[in-house]
């Protein structure tokens, strides 16, 4: 894959959470609503992550007809949302909330409807607040190339604060 994103090297090591989700147990949604991980959201992606080992997580998206974007391949959007959701559920094994500040997408090869797409995330480490984390896809069936990769910059918030904020109609 040939992403420009920037992973700093001196990065801090993450750690944890001593009462994170233990492995091979579903990450629970963050918000019922949430569109990425969500149960109640109608229209959404109903992403299931499987906790693994230190601060990683799996997950396969069904590559449905409604995702399309061109032709018969996943819509661009729709990859990046599936992103999103999995490294900031795999965030939250931390024991923090953190939310997007950047998020990079790698579009290595098409992806058809149909696929399983196979997605795994893992946490790479801090600097301060700020959290870079990634993701890679696979073809589930036919494991061999990535599909597509990754990487998010997330910023740890206090989210009392930070939603009350975002909610506060000026
Ligand atoms: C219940 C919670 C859900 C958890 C799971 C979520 C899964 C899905 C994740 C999402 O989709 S979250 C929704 C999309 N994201 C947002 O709505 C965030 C909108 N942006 C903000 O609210 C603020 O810009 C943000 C909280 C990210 C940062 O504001 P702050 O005032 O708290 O921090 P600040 O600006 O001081 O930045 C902290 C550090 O991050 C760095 N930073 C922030 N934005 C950056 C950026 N865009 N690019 C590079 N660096 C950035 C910044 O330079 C600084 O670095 P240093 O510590 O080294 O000085």
């Known amino acids: 894959m ?7 090297d001196d990065l801090e090591p993450a750690r944890r ?3 994170a989700t233990a492995v091979g147990d579903v990450i629970p949604p963050h918000n019922k609503r949430c569109f990425g991980c969500g149960p109640d959201a ?3 992606l109903h992403l299931q992550a ?3 080992e230190g601060l990683t997580a799996t997950a396969v998206l069904e590559v449905e007809r409604r995702f399309a974007g061109g032709p018969g391949v996943i819509h661009g959007g729709i990859l990046a949302s599936a992103f999103d959701e999995m490294m900031g559920l795999t965030n939250m094994l931390m024991g923090t909330i953190a939310v997007t500040a950047v998020l990079d997408v790698d579009y ?5 409807v149909g696929t399983s797409l196979r997605m795994d995330a893992r946490v790479l480490g ?4 700020k959290v870079y984390s990634e993701v890679v896809a696979y073809d589930a069936a ?3 190339d990535p599909l597509a990769g990754g990487h998010g910059l997330f910023v740890v918030v206090d989210p009392v604060d930070h939603f009350t904020r ?3 109609r000026p």
């Open 142 to 144: 036919t494991p061999g």
């Open 42 to 44: 109608m229209q959404g």
């Open 126 to 129: 801090l600097r301060g607040r």
């Open 2 to 8: 040939k992403t420009t994103f920037v992973v700093p």
């Open 108 to 112: 290595a090869a098409p992806i058809q």
């Open 166 to 168: 975002a909610n506060a």
């Open 17 to 19: 959470a001593d009462d």
């Open 50 to 52: 499987i906790a693994g």
